[in-house]
Every structure is written in structure tokens, then in C-alpha cells.
């Protein structure tokens, strides 16, 4: 039994550094993969967890990688195409999102502009607890809207308010869930009005929890494109252990076509501990074939030969991640000038709505000595 809770201990401790989860929720999760395992799989853990594994990110395996079911016991990956496409959308709109935080007055780029606190991934769905104020940012590169050239966001995406999270899933895809942990009604009117005071979101706004039917526009953009840029089981593994680079001012992951991800960050962690991180073979990306194909003072790029190529375009290569660590600004730099304030509005409308007294609970009037 010691040498059980052990095992759990170890691998708790190093998930974390995935997903920044607390024990109230990461403990009982390893606790129930590691029960479900054979003796084997648990010899096999220790012998992994006992090596430091540094040939693995040039392809070369001290050990024999674990089974894909002791990787899914560890830490789940999305298990259906529609929810690794909803979740590739979260991770890069949460770049795009970036932009945003950096103009929260005062506006300040050595102020962490961070999106995800904590992730809890689970086979079918996914629980995200953002950083403060970044849902606001986040809903507007999410919710889908029509211009007059196209679907912009990401299309068919949908919300539902509960009482005390938001549930973003696909209307055209039921399998699809990512639950926003933690956010109260009051939040949620100010994210909308924040993301409403940027961009018009037209016949796709917000009205309730009754969703709008795909319209015509999302589904032609779905005939004819990828729902997110960028590969998608690639983006939804990064998104699920987000929090390797929890430590970063910033983070801006993004994609162009369906084949490259590139993922840059300022300051903290080192590019050598993202490798290491992302190559693990417990608690890495997905597969087997990962390994670092090329790499210089800049940055480096980790490919699988293995991974399944996008299926709307056969013709495509391998899915491949672009990492390069960014420096961090020397000093204070505040972004305070006229034009940096008028980007800045849309935090006042988020301000004004936290601030407003709550229609169903009057503020009281100070009583009279």
C-alpha cells in the first residue's frame, strides 16, 4: 500500500505540471487511473519515472513506451473529432486573446496576460478555469460572427449558463463540451458586453440558452474549411497541459493551414523544460514518434512521422509544433498613450457592468447615525 500512494504521489506531482490542478481534483484522478492498472503497468511507471528520458526527444526510447491505456488513465486526451476541433479553436483563440489582457489599464507587458489558471481534462470534456478577466477576450475570438467575406470564431460554437460555470459546446455536434469553471452570471454579462463592444455578432448574439440553430453561413464554412486553423489533435493535446507554460508572461499559440502550430511565450519556462515537458512519454503529447526534428538558438520544432495527416486535405504532411521562447521586456513598459487608452475601452464596459448594483439585491443605503 506505501508503495502504491507512492506511485500516486509521483505521478500527481508531475501532471500538475501539465494541467495546475489541486489535489482536491488531481489526486482522486490519479488515484482512480492507477487502481484501474495491471501490476505490469505500475512496474513499468516506476522504471519510467526513474529515468530522466532525454534520448526520447531525438526519437530514441530508454524504455518501451507505456500502452495507449496507461497514457489515458494518466491524463485523458479528447477522445471524438468534434471535441478535439472545439478545443484546437479555445487553445488559438486564447492567442488572439493576448492582445486584449495586454491593454487591461494600466496597460503593462511585464503584467502577466495569462488565459488558463487550471485545466481538468477528462476523455469527453474539459473543465478550464481562466485567469481573471479573461473571458472577456476569449469570447471574442470564440463566438462566431458573420461579415460580409466570412465566418469568423469559431462556427457552430455555442454557450449555455448555469449557475455557476458557462458550457461551450457545437450545436451540430453533441459530443463536443468544454465547461468554464467558476463564472457567475454577473461575469458573464460583463464577457458578452466586452466582446459586444469590439465586434457585432449579429443574429449569432447571446440571447438565452436556447441556441441558435447552424446557419447557412457556418455550415458553408464548415463545407469548405476547417471549424479552427491549425491541426486539431495537435492543438487540443497542447491545450490540455496548457499550464507547462504557466509560468510565461504571455502565451500565443497559432496556426495557418491544417500542418504547423507555432507556440511562442515570454520569459519563463526554458524551451529545454517545454521539450522535455511535451516529450514525456507519460504525460506528453499523444504517440509515440514524437521527437525534436531540428532545433537552433531560436526555437525548435518537434514532429511525429506516425500522426494521422488532416482528412479534408490527403496531400498534407505530418502535423508539426514551432516552439520559440520569446525574452521578456528589460523593464516597466506602459503602454499609456492616446491611441493604446481608445483600445482600452471595452475594459471600461467590462468594469461598469461588474461595478452596477445587482438588480435582485439593492445596494443599501449607508445607515444614518
Not at 476523455?123 to 475570438?141: K, T, Y
Not at 499550464?243 to 496556426?255: K, M, N, Q, V, Y
Not at 525548435?300 to 506516425?306: E, G, K, T, Y
Amino acid at each position: 500500500m506505501p508503495h502504491r500512494l507512492s506511485l500516486v504521489r509521483r505521478l500527481a506531482l508531475l501532471r500538475r505540471m501539465y494541467t495546475g490542478e489541486t489535489d482536491s481534483s488531481l489526486l482522486p484522478a490519479v488515484t482512480a487511473g492507477v487502481q484501474r492498472l495491471t501490476p505490469d503497468d505500475r512496474v513499468q511507471l516506476h522504471e519510467i519515472l526513474d529515468n530522466d528520458n532525454v534520448g526520447r526527444l531525438f526519437g530514441h526510447d530508454e524504455w518501451s513506451p507505456p500502452p495507449p491505456h496507461v497514457r489515458r488513465e494518466l491524463l485523458a486526451d479528447a477522445s471524438t473529432e468534434g471535441q478535439r476541433e472545439l478545443e484546437s479553436g479555445i487553445f488559438t483563440a486564447a492567442g488572439r486573446a493576448v492582445n486584449y489582457l495586454h491593454l487591461r489599464m494600466p496597460a503593462d507587458l511585464l503584467r502577466p496576460a495569462r488565459v488558463f489558471r487550471m485545466i481538468r481534462p477528462h476523455a469527453h470534456e474539459m473543465v478550464l478555469h481562466l485567469d481573471s478577466g479573461a473571458i472577456g477576450p476569449l469570447l471574442v475570438e470564440l463566438l462566431p460572427r458573420i461579415t460580409d467575406h466570412e465566418v469568423l470564431g469559431v462556427p457552430g460554437l455555442r454557450a449555455r449558463l448555469h449557475r455557476r460555470h458557462v458550457e461551450l459546446y457545437l450545436v451540430d455536434d453533441v459530443s463536443a463540451t468544454v465547461h468554464l469553471s467558476n463564472v457567475s452570471y454577473r461575469q458573464w454579462v460583463a464577457a458578452l458586453t466586452f466582446a459586444e463592444s469590439l465586434v457585432d455578432l449579429g443574429e449569432l448574439r447571446w440571447l438565452g440558452n436556447d441556441p441558435t440553430p447552424l446557419t447557412d453561413a457556418e455550415r458553408s464554412a464548415l463545407d469548405t474549411r476547417h471549424r479552427a486553423p491549425g491541426p486539431a489533435a495537435l492543438n487540443s493535446a497542447l491545450l490540455r497541459r496548457a499550464r507547462i507554460f504557466g509560468d510565461a508572461l504571455w502565451l500565443t499559440p497559432w496556426s495557418r493551414g491544417c500542418e504547423t502550430t507555432h507556440v511562442e511565450w515570454a520569459g519563463q519556462p526554458s524551451l529545454g523544460r517545454v521539450a522535455r515537458l511535451l516529450l514525456h512519454p507519460l504525460f506528453g503529447l499523444p504517440g509515440d514518434g514524437h521527437h525534436v526534428r531540428y532545433f537552433d538558438a531560436a526555437g525548435l520544432v518537434v514532429a511525429d512521422p506516425h500522426a494521422p495527416r488532416c482528412p479534408m486535405h490527403p496531400a498534407s504532411t505530418e502535423p508539426v509544433l514551432a516552439l520559440r521562447p520569446e525574452p521578456a521586456p528589460d523593464g516597466p513598459l506602459e503602454l499609456s498613450s492616446p491611441g493604446w487608452r481608445a483600445a482600452a475601452s471595452p475594459w471600461l464596459a467590462w468594469q461598469r457592468v461588474l461595478a452596477a448594483a445587482n438588480p435582485h439585491l439593492p445596494q443599501q443605503s449607508p445607515a444614518r447615525q
